[in-house]
């Protein structure tokens, strides 16, 4: 069935040119302006036909993705929007509706995947787009929106955000997410910038991209907010931040104050929103002003629209219905809806609600049986349908942080919770299910639904340990879980937002790499959903692959060993104060400052704690040691030749760079310097170490550690993000280490394992030893210590067996040392369970 082309009324679609050369989309390696903007959509759109046809766009954060979107509104083409992610052919959505033209992102150009060369599908004049309910999956339940909805709802934002075309708002939230379009919606609307990108707001990657293309706006939905304070969102220096918006579910009042008074001191706005994809996006906004002041409430109207409060029976408040020109034309629920037109006229919400004297709205409860999970409606009766096809019977119950699922009767709960999870696009966290022998009810026989939800009143702790199985793709969450002790890892999680440190990453990234088949660059940033297996089966491996620095670690401690043995010489030790600043880099800067310091000072006890006590030993037991070797001193107090009291130099240095990079970062300024300025602070930083290098401080004052140069070029190795940045950091390593050392060799292995670093994600080595690697690494410190009471007795015996002695003896201090650890912390009351630190 073939339709005349409706002239589509979306003026932001439709008349990008007028807006010239002024940027539209700025994403980390291009900028596109309006006119080329347009150029591409009217091509696309031309390459949709003069025939109006229903097109379906898998639709991902990226330039391909918005054109496509725009050339269906443009050309009056009726558009489904799906996630990217799957094949279009198994996407539930498109199955059901049988589109006519599928639009995915090609490389740098829209691919189009044409059905048929008309359509089958009768089209009502006024549908433009189709959109999930609220972004909820499982079932062909969708929004019919109008392009009268889009556009009076873009220009309703655009109005009471003030948006202008200097703004840029960065893409916190995906495409086909009906919050994340009005984004994109109302900037287009004003002629402002679209930094576009698919970045998680836990990578620095995006803050970088976001200060670099001047962003003055982001999105967020409650769950961002957490992973804002993960990474220390509070204290970065954002100059161009203009204001934050907030909907997809209720944030608590508590939460509302604390962030509108942030901004307050900090120069930006908070607007708390409240919405639905019924309404198009928005319905109501908090006034900036009112927001500390006022938190509870949704705030007013948008322009255009307007709220009454309709009685219902039996409840002191009434339901909100709301009227304006963005609610919806009505519902789809299969393809013949597609030819109905407007059906409503107003929107009942659902939501009980009051109005205030001052005329803000209050949002009290629900009346239907919906919750809102991580910005996901669940329809709580479509739980309990779908489980009732499986032959399950169930009762659902929920809040906006978790669903809660009761069984009756003896079923697997793990495996249909992991089914079920699936069916409805949620993390596997937010879902719990209780297999019970019956149902709890209420006198009236109804189901008690208070009581389903009473079944979790806790989280469920992570699962028991498994070493003695092979880790397979399903296990990703369990490590984090298990090695991080959060059993509340989410698919949005990464092991930095975790908490994870350098004290932690070597067990992490060995099991990483044997669950995955390969260790993906820069995981410790990469949400826990896309940490994703080789897709080919992976057979007997002859070889595995390691992170670098795990691999470095073990080596260097072994060659240590062997060179304080004489078995051979290769100096590693400096290697290893590079690596610490590396990993200082990576893992240590994340999160607000002052929580950020306490986890600092926690991990420099995991250093100084089994340091100290086996130094402590050592010094009972042996004449080779005094007082000041056990406080860590003797680099301050001498004696100043080469006794064996120098044995721990190593562990000294470590320490004292450790405590002097930590009160740095402790200052404000030194805090917010880094933040906005990563790789030219670290260099900075490196300029000041190479002082002592060079021996150009006067003797007179204070000079940085000898090694703190070879800890900074560390920490610029880490923050080198690009060929050019690497490539600095690399000629500042081949400037500065010849001439250090007494040895070309030892000059070319320092070079040698930052340049490994800079330039080499992960090295090979023997899938046999891969456990023994990681097992080497993580008690590298405890070797060094224990090393220098262990093999002097054996060395007369066999070299060798000196050096595999001390690292089976360090080994057993490392265990032994964690288990002494965990068991303080049990009876502190803390629930850190890390690893002792590793050199």
């Known amino acids: 069935m073939s339709t005349e082309l409706a002239v589509p009324n979306a003026a932001f679609a439709v ?65 489904l929007l799906v996630p990217a992610g799957r094949p279009a052919a198994l996407d539930p959505l498109v199955a059901a509706y049988d589109p006519d033209v599928v639009l995915r992102s090609g490389s740098g150009e829209v ?92 990578d620095p990657c995006f803050w970088e991209l976001f200060r670099d293309r001047g962003a003055t706006s982001f999105a967020a939905v409650p769950y961002t907010f957490e992973l804002l304070e993960r990474v220390g969102f509070a204290e970065m220096d954002l100059p161009g ?6 909907a997809g579910g209720r944030l608590g009042p508590e939460a509302v104050r604390r962030w509108a008074e942030l901004g307050r001191r900090r120069g930006w706005e908070l607007f708390v929103m409240y919405g639905a994809t019924e309404a198009t996006a928005r319905m109501a906004y908090l006034p900036p002003h009112l927001a500390a002041e006022r938190p509870g409430t949704i705030g007013v109207p948008i322009p255009g629209g307007s709220f009454r409060i309709d009685p219902v029976e039996g409840s002191a408040d009434g339901e909100l219905v709301y009227t304006g020109p963005n609610v919806m034309l009505g519902y789809a629920e299969s393809p013949a809806d597609l030819a109905t037109g407007r059906e409503l006229e107003e929107l009942r919400t659902g939501d009980l609600a009051r109005r205030h004297p001052d005329g803000l709205y209050e949002v009290v409860g629900r009346r239907s049986r919906f919750v809102k999970i991580v910005g996901l409606r669940v329809d709580l009766g479509r739980v309990e349908q779908l489980l009732a096809e499986l032959g399950v019977t169930a009762a659902a119950a929920g809040s906006d942080e978790r669903l809660v699922v009761a069984l009756e009767g003896e079923h697997d709960a793990r495996l249909l919770a992991k089914a079920l999870a699936g069916d409805l696009g949620l993390p596997r966290a937010a879902l719990e299910m209780h297999a019970v022998e019956r149902l709890p009810r209420l006198a009236t026989g109804k189901v008690d639904y208070p009581g389903v939800l009473s079944l979790a009143p806790e989280r469920p ?50 099991r990483l790499e044997q669950a995955l088949g390969h260790l993906p660059p820069d995981w410790h940033v990469t949400p826990v959903g896309e940490l994703a297996p080789r897709p080919a089966r992976r057979a007997r491996r002859v070889l595995s692959f390691l992170e670098t620095g795990v691999v470095l670690r073990a080596v260097a401690i072994v060659c240590v060993v062997s060179a304080h043995v004489e078995l051979f010489t290769l100096q590693t030790a400096h290697v290893l104060f590079a690596l610490a600043g590396y990993n200082f880099a990576r893992f240590q800067l994340a999160g607000e400052r002052l929580p950020r310091l306490k986890r600092q000072l926690r991990s420099l006890g995991r250093i100084v704690v089994p340091s100290v006590a086996f130094i402590a030993f050592a010094w009972v037991v042996t004449d080779d040691y005094t007082l000041a070797n056990v406080v860590l001193l003797n680099g301050m107090v001498g004696p100043q030749e080469l006794t064996s009291q120098w044995h721990f130099w190593f562990v000294e240095m470590l320490v004292y760079v450790l405590v002097a990079v930590t009160v740095l970062m402790a200052v404000p300024w030194a805090d917010r310097a880094e933040r906005r300025f990563p790789l030219a602070f670290s260099l900075g930083l490196v300029a000041v170490g190479l002082l002592s290098r060079y021996d150009l401080v006067d003797p007179g004052l204070p000079k940085p550690a000898p090694v703190f140069w070879l800890f900074a070029l560390g920490w610029a190795a880490a923050r080198s993000r690009t060929v050019l940045q690497r490539g600095l950091v690399s000629a500042v390593v081949l400037l500065s280490v010849p001439g250090y050392f007494d040895s070309t060799l030892r000059e070319a292995t320092v070079a040698a394992g930052v340049l490994l670093l800079l330039w080499v994600p992960a090295l090979p080595v023997p899938a046999g030893l891969r456990r023994l690697t990681g097992s080497l690494a993580g008690a590298s410190l405890c070797i060094y210590l224990t090393h220098w009471l262990v093999y002097p007795a054996l060395v007369p015996v066999s070299p060798v067996l000196a050096v595999a002695v001390s690292l089976v003896a360090g080994v057993a201090y490392w265990a032994l040392s964690t288990r002494a650890l965990d068991g303080l912390r049990r009876r502190s009351g803390s629930r850190a369970r890390r690893p002792v630190a590793s050199v």
């Open 111 to 202: 691919l189009l995947e044409e059905r048929r060369p008309g359509s089958r599908h009768e089209l009502h004049p006024d549908l433009a787009l189709l959109l999930s309910t609220s972004g909820s999956t499982g079932s062909p339940k969708l929004v019919r929106l109008s392009h009268e909805n889009l556009q009076s709802n873009a220009e309703s934002i655009a109005q009471y955000l003030r948006i202008g075309p200097e703004d840029r708002a960065a893409t916190t939230l995906p495409l086909h997410y009906c919050y994340g379009l009005s984004v994109v919606n109302s900037h287009l609307l004003r002629g402002a910038g679209l930094v576009l990108t698919d970045l998680s707001v836990v």
């Open 241 to 246: 931040l203009r204001y934050v918006t907030q």
């Open 15 to 79: 008349e990008l040119a007028r807006h010239g050369d002024r940027p539209a989309v700025l994403t980390a390696d291009r900028t596109v302006t309006y006119r080329e903007l347009a150029g591409r959509v009217e091509a696309v759109a031309a390459r949709l036909g003069p025939v109006r046809r229903l097109v379906a766009l898998a639709a991902a954060n990226d330039l391909d993705s918005l054109v496509g979107y725009l050339a269906a509104l443009a050309g009056g083409h009726p558009l």
């Open 461 to 510: 702790a992570a699962p028991a340990p498994r070493p003695d199985r092979a880790e397979g793709p399903a296990d990703v969450k369990r490590i984090f879980a298990e090695v991080l002790d959060r059993p509340d890892v989410d698919d949005d999680d990464t092991f930095v937002s975790l908490g994870g440190d350098s004290l932690s990453y070597v067990a992490a990234s060995v």
